[in-house]
């Protein structure tokens, strides 16, 4: 049996019983003692704390099994075992087995939701969202972009999502397939686009007179549909827009692992971009 | 109130702290003659009350003029739409309307400010350099944080709010 999901979180099977198990024993252990004690009956807390020394080592055991390490969880039951091996008197052990509680507890949510992969990160593009939608209908007008071009791409949009856009304006200018007229034109334009806009980015936000924009007849493999009106501002940022989310859908195609860990961690832009 | 060349405001809720302290010990010394022996440390740690808020302010007051040539150099102009997660920690300069503005009489005001792209929370831990309103248009200059320093969306710890026009129509 795993109790472990194909990241390593232990967010299913028995992981799930493991995480709940962590606060149920600690307060509930320490709890039982403390009704005993104010029914009047004789008890140790120094032996209530087994408890606590249970959950610390469940806790320690869940953060070994992930594939980050937190060293804070890890080190629990060295505190859980102090905890077992000292005589306390009833109040005060009490109130230091509940704060302890308290505190594995914090400490699991951390684990949680720190050190946990793939944790927070956004899930892929599913056919139903619009840049989903998007990706398909690029995918089956451009088949064959080649890996290398998908990497240039992931590589500008990475860079400008950064708000590297000296940076990624110079990538975008230096793309090899574009420069040999390989690249398909709507990608080679984007690139333009990217390249231009971004090298004006750090100035104060003006249109300029002439700028590159994408033809008339590649408007239908846009996100965007360009405006028709005066409205120069916005269909300048628009080109940018749509070059961005052209970028994005392209890249990824990269099959380069830290590439995808990246733009997957930029899915949230993208969507951003798109007005999700 | 000028300190120097620094505008120092104390927040309301200071000046508050301070009325309420002020009352309580006036009504005890009145009624207590107890009391009436501790009034000569008393008093101090009353003014301490309201000291201690000008000083602060004084401080982040300076600090904050001293951080804005540095941030005026190294900003860049973006879009509020191009903000992301991968750019905390950048200097960014965005300008655009005020839609909410929260908070100001404690002194840590945060706004709302949108351009054509959208819209995004911005921050301030002092008082701005001029009092800033709802449809004002401001160039703001901060720093792309997280919400709640760790984790949240990204937002902007201003550093400087200026206002550069009104909305028209307002």
């Known amino acids: 049996m795993s109790t472990t999901d194909s990241e390593g979180a232990p967010s299913q099977g028995a992981g799930r019983y493991f995480e709940a198990a962590v606060p149920i024993i600690a307060f509930g252990v320490t709890g039982v003692g403390i009704l005993f004690w104010s029914a009047g009956y004789p008890v140790d807390f120094q032996y209530v704390s087994i408890g606590c020394t249970i959950s610390s080592f469940i806790l320690a055991y869940l953060a070994w099994i992930r594939p980050r390490k937190d060293i804070v969880a890890l080190s629990t039951p060295i505190y859980g075992i102090v ?44 056919s139903d969202e619009p840049l989903g939608k998007y990706q398909a209908r690029i995918l089956a007008e451009m088949p064959a972009v080649s890996p290398a071009l998908a990497l240039a791409a992931a590589r500008i949009f990475i860079r400008f999502s950064e708000g590297e ?8 200018s230096t793309v090899p397939e574009v420069a040999a007229g390989t690249a398909p034109h709507l990608l080679a334009q984007a690139f333009a686009i990217i390249s231009f806009q971004a090298g004006r980015m750090g100035e104060k936000e ?71 | 109130m000028k300190i120097g060349n620094v505008d120092v405001k104390v927040s309301i809720l200071a000046i508050a702290v301070f009325v309420i302290f002020t009352i309580l010990v006036i ?4 009624y207590s003659p107890a009391v009436r022996s501790h009034l000569i440390w008393l008093v101090p740690v ?5 000291i201690l808020p000008v000083a602060l302010n004084y401080m982040s007051q300076r600090q904050y003029a001293d951080l804005r040539p540095e941030y005026e150099r190294q900003a860049k102009t973006v879009r509020v739409r191009l903000i992301n997660e991968s750019m905390i920690g950048k200097i960014v300069r965005i300008e655009g309307v ?16 949108a351009d054509r792209t959208g819209a995004i929370p911005v ?13 004002d248009i401001v160039e703001v200059l901060g720093q792309v944080i997280r919400r709640y320093i760790v984790t949240g969306d990204p937002i902007i710890n201003c550093v400087s709010i200026r206002k550069t026009g009104k909305k028209p129509g307002n």
């Open chain 1, 83 to 126: 905890f077992l091996a000292t005589p306390i008197e009833a109040a005060a052990g009490a109130v230091l087995q509940l704060l302890y509680a308290a505190g594995l507890t914090v400490l699991l949510f951390r684990l949680k939701r720190r050190f946990s992969a793939g944790m927070g990160r956004p899930a892929a593009l599913s």
């Open chain 1, 165 to 172: 856009y000296d940076e990624s304006g110079r990538l975008a």
């Open chain 1, 206 to 276: 003006s249109v300029p007179g002439e700028y590159p924009v994408f033809s008339a007849e590649e408007q239908h493999l846009l996100f965007f549909p360009l405006p028709d009106s005066t409205d120069k501002e916005r269909a300048y940022s628009l080109q940018l827009d749509n070059a961005l989310v052209l970028l994005y859908v392209v890249a990824l195609r990269c099959t380069e692992t830290e590439i995808q860990v990246s733009l997957d961690r930029l899915c949230l832009f993208a969507r951003r971009l798109v007005g999700e």
């Open chain 2, 27 to 30: 009504i005890a010394s009145i």
């Open chain 2, 46 to 50: 009353l003014f301490m009350l309201i």
């Open chain 2, 98 to 113: 005020v839609e909410h503005a929260r908070f100001q009489f404690l002194n840590r005001p945060q706004y709302s400010v």
């Open chain 2, 123 to 135: 921050k301030m831990f002092t008082n701005p350099e001029e009092d800033i309103k709802v449809n």
